[in-house]
């Protein structure tokens, strides 16, 4: 699976710094280290979302926070590799 | 509200501004004829003896507008009929010259060229005279005048001399495109030829990015342009235009000092790479120290190789000061990375094409690098920035003897010393004094521009170079 996380002005100043290191942890707890790439985005678009844009494959862009991110986690990435 | 330093940077921009906007609206080619009476209405001349010179030099402004000689592989060229062909006279007595007793000119000449009238007036003996300046730092009066071409005055690695038309000729051998000459020469008869043609065309076929995405990347030097609107409205302003998204070339600043201060303490000694210019004049003027050149890409190239990592289909241009930056992106290492160049004056032409009034659009936001990396615009940054990489690195043991060279003259004198004498261990080189905030493609040029770089690295968001970077690092791609 592959993880595009903006790193755009815009989603850095929401701290997508932080999400990364977030998502790194979380794949490694998983042990989803060969199955998940993490990659990065300059802008996605969609600037004036609340949380940082993260697209999971091909899907549409999501709009991850600190607070949603395990929600999110577990049902865009756990349940579906 | 002035938007240039001088009158010649405004004739230029205007000649860019009208070429871009019949490009973007597809009657550039219809309508070419008709720029030279745009520019110069007439009937009355301004600047030269005719209206009709005055539009055939605007004629050649056009050319150099429109991507230049393809045929001269120099991006800095010559526009003869523009070349007043000031005298060449070099040192002059001038009618200040009192008739003194002291006779300190003649003292101080070395070869013995100064004589005297009968009213004890001096005179140079030009079959003797060397253009050393000695006398005329001498003379009590200041009745010495140096009259050399203001080209040859700007051109520091003595790539300008006169042709036997008596117009400014570029030696391509020596040049390094700095760009002094074209911000220097009074008459605007040297001009870095422009690539906006490409970069609207570029942005046109993406089809309002679809088809592909068009990045533009910054240099921090911004910071000390576009002075009177703010920064977030100047990107805004850029993504009017067409770009997808606007990114710091200062962030891959902060990669490059991070993988610079670790080459240096594996070689021991290393020259900078992020000024082409600097990099230019090594490769042309000193040969033999190629090798200490250092390996990284400079920084604008860095970032463009990444972004093109993260979207292959991209298309990257690279925004800022400089114009040895034009022949940098036309080298085959950078070509892959970099898809073109413009500069800050072009980026006003192309603003003003569009009848963008960046004043009063909404700010967005430009925040990728730390302070370090913003600070490579201006002299000693990049050193800094360099000491700090080695710090946050734990490499901060090896000692870090920076040579800050500000201007190609100081880099002249620290190449020189190289292998002779001790000078340092890393040399940092900035063709043009105050580094990048001092190039030939800035709109203006302040004494409070180095504080601008500074504030603006200081509202970075990150604070080291290993919180900006670690983004990057922690992405595999």
Redesign the interface.
Known sequence: MKIQ?C????C??KD??EL??LF?KSIKENNLENQV???????M?KCSNDGVSVRFDEGEVCSITKENFYKNFYEKVIKRV | MKKFDTQVQYLKYKVLREVARKAWNDTLYDKLLDIPKIIIPGPEPTTRCCIYKERAIVEERMKLAMGGNPNNPNVIEVINIACDECPVAGYEITDVCRGCLAHRCQDACKKDAIYFDHNQKAHIDKTKCVECGKCSEACPYGAIANFKRPCEKACKVKAISMSETKAAQIDNSKCIACGACVYQCPFGAIMDKSYILNVIDLIKKSQNNEKYKVYAVVAPSISSQFIHAKLGQVISGIKELGFFTVVEAALGADMVAYKESKELTEKGFLTSSCCPAFVMYIKKSFPKLVGHISHNLSPAAEIAKYIKETDPTSKVIFIGPCTAKKAEFLQEEQKKYIDSVLTFEELQALFDSKDLDIYSLSEDVLDNASYYGRIFARSGGLSDAVKQALKEQGLAEFELKPVVCNGIEQCKMALLKVGKVDIGNFIEGMACVGGCIGGAGCLTHGEKNKDEVDKYGMEAYEKTISSAISMIKNINN
Do not use: K, N, P, Y
Request: include cysteine; charged fraction near 10%.
């Open positions: 996380i790193i755009g002005s815009s850095h100043l997508s710094r990364i290191e790194q790439a993490l990659m990065g985005s300059f802008c678009g």
